[in-house]
């Protein structure tokens, strides 16, 4: 099966988003008024709302694209305006692999599907890697004295949230307003 992207360029369509981020978290009070919580989640869900003005043609390809992932049912890859990282430093693992981040207010989380990537050993770039799941691997021999820094703009794995909603402004130009949910 092959992986699905949202088929749209946040830099081609006029395009607003917003990013909301929730934690689940299970809250008992005690009649004293003693308060215990905890939460099952590792990593927060996102939720984008997202407004675009389309015109007909994109609407087609947006609507054929909602269509084949049958509404929520199946998840794709989405890349957000600002969904970038500018020389990130990278922690190796213990199997010699770099993995891709993207950090917000020192909270970090693993990226898995990046592009338009740039590695730099030791602060010069690089063309001896592999990437694959958002893990770059040197290649035999090259040696690491300092760092290991990238650049790369990164998706996040999302479903659609509800129902496509499209609107017509006038002849050729469309207002669609969807919501996404983060999938894990």
Known sequence: MSERFFPLSSGKA?????????????????????RRAISSQLYPS?????????????IS??????ARCKGGLLPFWYKDFGAHAEMQE???DAGGAYQCVSITGGYVEACR????????????????????????????????????????????YVKFAGELSV???APDINSV????????
């Open 14 to 34: 006029a395009w607003e988003s917003s990013i909301a981020q929730t934690w689940a978290v299970t809250e008992k009070k005690t009649a004293s008024g003693k």
């Open 46 to 58: 996102y939720t984008f709302s997202v407004d675009f003005t389309l015109n007909d043609a994109e």
């Open 61 to 66: 390809q947006l609507a054929g694209f909602y």
């Open 90 to 92: 990278l922690a190796c």
């Open 113 to 156: 599907k990046v592009d338009n990537l740039r590695v730099y050993v030791d602060g010069t770039e690089t063309l001896d890697y592999s990437e694959s799941g958002g893990l770059i691997t040197l290649s035999a021999g090259t040696e690491v004295h300092r760092s290991v820094c990238a650049s790369y703009d990164y998706y996040r």
């Open 167 to 169: 609107k017509q402004l």
């Open 177 to 184: 307003s969807l919501k996404l949910e983060s999938v894990r």
